[in-house]
């Protein structure tokens, strides 16, 4: 996800747009997804079905899923990149021939703008810090830089003409290994680095599309079929209503991405007493905590030999003992209770440190104190969908939602 917070006041101050750091916290009623008899929001199925457009999805999948990633078309004629699709961040994010040194950069296809008759551009320079990368190490700190320009987006068929691109020239070298090219931000405008409407709310407010919802089918990489479906939603895959989450209203509007709160975080039905918000970052691969401490709450209902082994927030568990831990980890959003399988717990091997494995939330934090950060871990075992009108984040199960 990117940095969120700074952002927002260096862009005022200078004219190269900085996203910098996001930083990144008990007691309802718990009734399970499967449970809820009525959908609460009748017509986002109908309206899924109407007018929506989906696109399939691959799985970058080292030691655990990654990332989802699907097919993006810039310019006229249209060239192909892939792209994550990212609620965590709000631009559109692609290399362009001019980043020809950088690792981050030349492992990608790049967008040549001398081969699009629609290309514009005022040359304004923009960077962008994430605050979380493509992987699960807890210091990415991927940074871009690049110029802001306007070009044509498509996406499954529907293209949005003069969208705001961040064309990078320069890419630290963690976007290198990633499987996509680029990516595209599915956050609200407020949270955008080169001052671009998002991509979506384009969609929404040319009346490309019917609803203004999108849906993600992040599916694990066994199982297949991930999806991401805008203008609707794809009931096909869903095994339950759609539930809404209790949205923290403040902080959405603050950082430009959808919040929730959450009033507690449970180990094996034993609580840890946390309750707080968090944003829900598609981006995200794993779970991150706002302190190393709120990690370790967490950690120790699970076992006595999870240690913190990177002080920016990274944690492992002897690998040995990866088969015989066992850890139901259920986060109540409202009246849901979303539950995180025991095969979360190891990512992989942790790199560097033979015999560990590398556990599924980093501490650290994204910057903004009490916010935590949940991303593909939970992600993959829902459908979600996405209302940007109302600001609104809903859930329903899947074939893989955990009993
Ligand atoms: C871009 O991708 C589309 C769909 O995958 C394909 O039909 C088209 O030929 C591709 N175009 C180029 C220039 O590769
Ligand atoms: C590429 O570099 C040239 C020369 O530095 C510059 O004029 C141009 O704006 C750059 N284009 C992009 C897309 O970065
Ligand atoms: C790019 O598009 C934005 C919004 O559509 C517009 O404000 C801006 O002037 C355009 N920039 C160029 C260089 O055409
Ligand atoms: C990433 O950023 C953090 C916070 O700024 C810093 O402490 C850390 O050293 C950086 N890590 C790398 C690999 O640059
Ligand atoms: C989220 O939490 C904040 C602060 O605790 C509270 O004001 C707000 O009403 C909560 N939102 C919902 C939808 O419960
Ligand atoms: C919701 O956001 C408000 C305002 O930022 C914050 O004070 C509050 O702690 C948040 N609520 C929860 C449950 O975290
Ligand atoms: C844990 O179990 C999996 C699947 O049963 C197996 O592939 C793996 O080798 C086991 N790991 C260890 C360290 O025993
Ligand atoms: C799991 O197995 C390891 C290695 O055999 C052992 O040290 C550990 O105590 C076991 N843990 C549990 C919870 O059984
Ligand atoms: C994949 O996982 C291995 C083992 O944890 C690690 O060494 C490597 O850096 C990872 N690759 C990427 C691209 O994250």
Same mark, same amino acid.
Not at 97 to 102: L, P
Not at 208 to 212: L, N, R
């Given at each position: 996800m990117e940095f969120v917070s700074l952002a927002l006041t260096f862009s005022a101050l200078v004219n190269i747009a900085v996203a910098a750091s996001i930083p990144a916290r008990r007691g309802p009623v718990v009734v399970s997804l499967?449970?809820? %008899?009525?959908?609460? %929001?009748?017509s986002f199925g109908k309206l899924g079905k109407r007018a929506a457009s989906s696109e399939p999805l691959g799985d970058w999948f080292n030691g655990t899923d990654l990332q989802w990633f699907g097919q993006v078309q810039i310019g006229t004629p249209p060239q192909n990149f892939t792209s994550e699709f990212d609620t965590g961040s709000s631009d559109v994010l692609f290399p362009s021939? @001019?980043?020809? /040194?950088?690792p981050g950069c030349t492992a990608h296809k790049r967008f040549d703008?001398? #081969? /699009? /008759?629609?290309f514009k551009t005022a040359n304004q320079a923009f960077r962008i810090d994430f605050?979380?990368? &493509?992987?699960?190490? $807890?210091?990415?700190n991927e940074t871009a830089l690049g110029i802001i320009a306007n070009d044509t987006v498509a996406i499954a068929g529907l293209a949005v003409a003069n969208q705001v691109i961040g064309l990078t020239y320069s890419q630290t070298p &963690?976007?290198?290994?990633?499987?996509? =090219?680029g990516i595209l931000g599915l956050g609200? &405008? +407020?949270?955008?680095t080169t001052g671009a409407k998002p991509f979506f709310q384009s969609l929404v407010d040319n009346k490309?599309? =019917?609803? $203004?919802v999108y849906g993600l089918y992040f599916s694990p990489l066994k199982v297949g079929n991930a999806e991401l479906t805008l203008g609707?939603? =794809?009931?096909? #895959?869903?095994?339950s209503a759609l539930v809404p989450i209790p949205m923290n209203t403040t902080q959405t509007q603050e950082i430009g991405l959808f919040v929730i709160n959450f009033s507690g975080i449970a180990v094996n039905k034993k609580a840890t007493g946390i309750a707080s918000s968090a944003?829900?970052?598609?981006?995200?691969?794993n779970v991150v905590a706002p302190s190393n401490d709120d990690a370790m709450a967490v950690y120790k209902l699970i076992s006595p @030999?999870? #240690? +913190?082994? =990177? $002080? +920016?927030g990274g944690f492992a568990i002897p690998c040995d003992e990866v088969n015989n831990t066992s850890a139901t980890i259920d986060i109540t959003m409202g009246t849901l209770r979303v539950r995180i399988p025991p095969?979360? +717990? /190891?990512?992989g091997p942790y790199p560097g440190k033979p015999g560990l494995c590398q556990t599924f939330i980093n501490g650290g &934090?994204?910057?903004?104190?009490g916010l935590w950060v949940i991303g593909g871990t939970m992600l993959k075992y829902y459908y979600s969908a996405w209302d940007v009108s109302k600001q609104e984040l809903s859930l329903a199960t899947t074939m893989q939602t955990a009993p």
């Open positions: 499967t449970a809820r %008899r009525s959908p609460p %929001r009748a021939t @001019n980043c020809t /040194s950088d703008p001398t #081969k /699009s /008759s629609t605050a979380t990368g &493509g992987g699960v190490a $807890p210091s990415d &963690g976007f290198g290994p990633e499987t996509f =090219d609200f &405008g +407020l949270a955008s490309a599309v =019917d609803a $203004p609707g939603v =794809d009931s096909a #895959k869903m095994t944003v829900i970052d598609s981006g995200t691969s @030999n999870i #240690k +913190l082994v =990177d $002080p +920016l095969q979360e +717990l /190891s990512v &934090g994204v910057g903004i104190p």
